[in-house]
């Protein structure tokens, strides 16, 4: 058994593992081991590292490697295991040593294709080894936030501490090389640290998180710059955990505010909805002062807000107590509403009816209503087919909308399709992801979106319609709950 006791750098093993091809020694026969610090214990004599902490693949071996090799010719080695490993040599796994020598001999012995067979256990192994450490590097790049102090000669220097997962300093620093060129700068690790002073790269003993300064002038400036670009409405704490690490949040500075965001995310949302949804209507106009709501249907039947008024046959207005506690909102009429003036009456209708039966509600307590006051429609033959609202017919609408709101007060808001639910949060709302949700909005306490009725008697396969029957008796029943107080909205 030969012993190789070795620093934990690539430069160390590349030089060790050539002498001990040399003597054509086999991986089985070899142990590797960690040594603290360079020069300790070394049996094979290590090429000190470069600046960028790249391979240095082209420089003579060291002198008692090339003693144990009589002179022979180094071993010819595919420039891209020469990139796997100085990745691998930064892994903290005690058996990357053996897995890189391994690979090495195998390469150097009849398999030159090895690092092409994917599904080989190696392989495979030391390519998860380097992307692990790949990906360590990249957070570095990332999370690293520089602190000003003033040196002993009264300059500034940049000072940063960082807890990586694997000792990547030397794979790292050369970044901030090339991105600072004129700032003194040091990246203080447990393991290493790196040093610029604008001419060279050096590097030193690892340090604790007490050697570097606790904050400075600069830190409100991320925490004010984080604020503004926080989007509330993709927050996503899950995601941003498996992106960026806890331990790392003690060292950067904007995440200081992040409970505070976090807390206040959805009363942003909702504010953000309020002002998109609150965009100018046309319909404006015409809406009166009061909000009663047979002053309201009087006003509206002669609305022109939008061209739609010109081929409908009449408005058709929602219907419903004044008190009504939940409010189902549709797309628009269908042909048999524009022609009774009512919401809901044709098959839709009826759908609609047996469904609130089945969740236990009765449409007599309810205030029903459609996103667009018009019936569009598209001739053929001497029938009139269901032609979607565009959105500027819905937004042309949207006063009226909001007038019966404000007029019926609603606890329980329902949107019967993607339209209605659009009417209220924009373009970008899919019932197909967030169909049965229940939010809390400005419109009423809680809100939720399920299918159009319509859409069921659309559906093709018995068994599709048959489920979306069953889901959309569901989602009435869960309304029926909240009105009953035994569900809450989400915030």
Not at 194 to 223: I, K, Q, S, T, V
Not at 409 to 424: E, K, M
């Amino acid at each position: 058994m030969i012993r190789a006791p070795i620093p934990p750098t690539f430069e160390a093993f590349r030089d060790a593992a050539r002498a001990l091809l040399a003597r054509e020694a086999p991986p089985e026969d070899v142990l590797w081991e960690d040594v603290a610090a360079e020069g300790q214990g070394v049996l094979f004599g290590a090429a000190p590292a470069t600046s960028d902490g790249a391979p240095a693949a082209a420089v003579s071996a060291a002198p008692a490697a090339r003693a144990a090799s009589g002179g022979a010719p180094r071993p010819r080695v595919p420039a891209a295991y020469m990139r796997l490993a100085t990745a691998v040599a930064c892994h903290r796994d005690a058996a990357r040593f053996a897995l890189l020598y391994r690979a090495l001999f195998r390469l150097t012995h009849g398999e030159p294709y090895l690092l092409e067979l994917a599904a080989d256990p190696d392989v495979a192994r030391l390519r998860a080894m380097e992307q692990a450490v790949r990906r360590d590097v990249h957070k570095l790049h990332a999370f690293v936030r520089f602190r000003r102090v003033e040196d002993e000669g009264g300059g500034e220097r940049y000072v940063a501490w960082h807890r990586p997962d694997h000792r990547i300093v030397r794979l790292g620093a050369p970044f901030f090389e090339r991105r600072f060129p004129s700032m003194a700068w040091s990246i203080l690790t447990p393991d290493e640290s790196a040093h610029w002073d604008g001419a060279e790269l050096r590097y030193g003993p690892g340090l604790p998180r007490d050697a570097a300064p606790r904050e400075d002038e600069l830190e409100e400036l991320f925490r004010t710059y984080y604020r503004a670009i926080y989007n509330p409405a993709r927050v996503n704490l899950r995601a941003m955990r498996a992106e960026m690490p806890v331990k790392h949040w003690k060292t950067l500075p904007e995440l200081s505010v992040m409970s505070e965001l976090v807390r206040d995310a959805a009363s942003r949302v909702d504010a953000m909805q309020a002002g998109r949804s609150g965009a100018a209507s046309a319909a404006e106009a015409y809406v009166p002062g009061s909000r009663a709501l047979p002053v309201l249907r009087e006003a509206a039947a002669s609305c022109q807000a939008c061209a739609l008024c010109e081929r409908a046959t009449q408005t058709v207005f929602g219907e419903g107590p004044a008190d009504a506690a939940l409010m189902l909102v549709g797309e628009q009429p269908g042909d048999e509403e524009d022609l009774s003036g009512r919401p809901f009456v044709g098959p839709a209708g009826r759908v609609l009816d047996e469904a609130l039966a089945g969740a236990g509600l009765s449409r007599g307590g309810i205030y029903v209503t459609n996103a667009v006051k018009h019936f569009k429609w598209e001739p053929r033959g001497e029938r009139r087919l269901h032609a979607k609202p565009l959105g500027p017919e819905i937004q042309a609408c949207r006063a009226w909308l909001q007038a019966e709101v404000e007029a019926v007060r609603p606890r329980v808001i329902v949107c019967l399709g993607a339209t209605a639910a659009r009417s209220f949060l924009g373009g970008r709302f899919s019932v197909t992801q967030s169909r049965g949700q229940v939010f809390k909005t400005p419109w009423a306490e809680s809100w939720m979106a399920t299918y159009h009725p319509a859409a069921l008697l659309r559906m093709p396969d018995e068994a599709a319609r048959a489920a979306a029957r069953a889901h959309f008796q569901a989602d009435l029943a869960k309304a029926a709950s909240l009105l009953a107080g035994e569900e809450r909205g989400s915030p």
